[in-house]
Nanobody
Framework: QVQLVESGGGLVQAGDSLRLSCAAS????????MGWFRQAPGKEREFVAR???????YYANPVKGRFTISRDNAKNTVYLQMNNLKAEDTAVYYC????????????WGLGTQVTVSS
């Protein structure tokens, strides 16, 4: 497994921006697919964005056009740039890694809280 540590969460107002970071260690990072998920109070965890080793990106519909996922393999870090935040983006955000050849994300961080006030 790979160890993942998220940072960058906080309390912001609607319309503001935040950038989350996820630092990875423990195995080769460059071949993993990396993802961001979130879980709001009383709701199930949901997919937010994914970036493959090739750089291809995928987004959940609610965040398309507002969030951008990126990775820096030299720094073993993946980012989530979140713009025009809305109250409904309030959640704990989790970073996840999917090892090459696997169909599920096999490593997870502990999460970082994002709270958007309206």
């Amino acid at each position: 497994q790979v160890q993942l540590v998220e940072s960058g969460g906080g309390l912001v107002q609607a319309g503001d921006s935040l950038r989350l970071s996820c630092a990875a260690s423990g195995r080769t990072f460059s071949t993993d697919a990396m993802g961001w998920f979130r879980q709001a109070p009383g709701k199930e965890r949901e997919f937010v964005a994914r970036i493959n080793w090739s750089g291809d990106t995928y987004y959940a519909n609610p965040v398309k056009g507002r969030f951008t996922i990126s990775r820096d393999n030299a720094k073993n870090t993946v980012y989530l740039q979140m713009n025009n935040l809305k109250a409904e983006d309030t959640a704990v955000y989790y970073c996840a890694a999917r090892q090459a050849g696997l169909s599920v994300f096999d490593s997870w961080g502990l999460g970082t809280q994002v709270t958007v006030s309206s």
